[in-house]
């Protein structure tokens, strides 16, 4: 079993910074697909970005060119950076990882098996 620990929500004003970690512990392997999903109150669930083992990385197009995916494989921690933050990246968002390679595209939820139990992000106006 892998665990996944989130951190780093908050309150921040639009136009802010916030950076989420999410830590990795249990059976996790060298190779792994990492994720963040968000979900918004009366909104879908969205994969907002991925990365690989080897330096793939995806996000959607609300938060591309704002948001950057990275990790720290010594640590099994993943990072979102989050800049120019807007009210509508108010969230709670989630840490998916996956450490198979089960063919799935790494922007489908599916893709991933574990899930941590989230963060809340707020962006005030």
């Known amino acids: 079993q892998v665990q996944l620990v989130e951190s780093g929500g908050g309150l921040v004003q639009a136009g802010g910074s916030l950076l989420l970690s999410c830590a990795a512990s249990?059976?996790?392997?060298?190779?792994?697909?990492m994720a963040w999903l968000r979900q918004a109150p009366v909104k879908e669930r969205e994969l907002a970005a991925a990365s690989t083992w080897n330096g793939d990385t995806y996000y959607s197009d609300s938060v591309k060119g704002r948001f950057t995916i990275s990790g720290d494989k010594t640590r099994n921690t993943v990072y979102l950076q989050m800049n120019s933050l807007k009210p509508e990246d108010t969230a709670i968002y989630y840490c998916?990882?996956?450490?198979?390679?089960?063919?799935?595209?790494?922007?489908?939820?599916?893709?991933?098996?574990?899930w941590g139990q989230g963060t809340q992000v707020t962006v005030s106006s």
């Open positions: 998916g990882a996956e450490y198979l390679d089960n063919g799935i595209p790494i922007w489908r939820e599916s893709k991933y098996d574990y």
């Open positions: 249990g059976r996790t392997r060298s190779t792994f697909y």
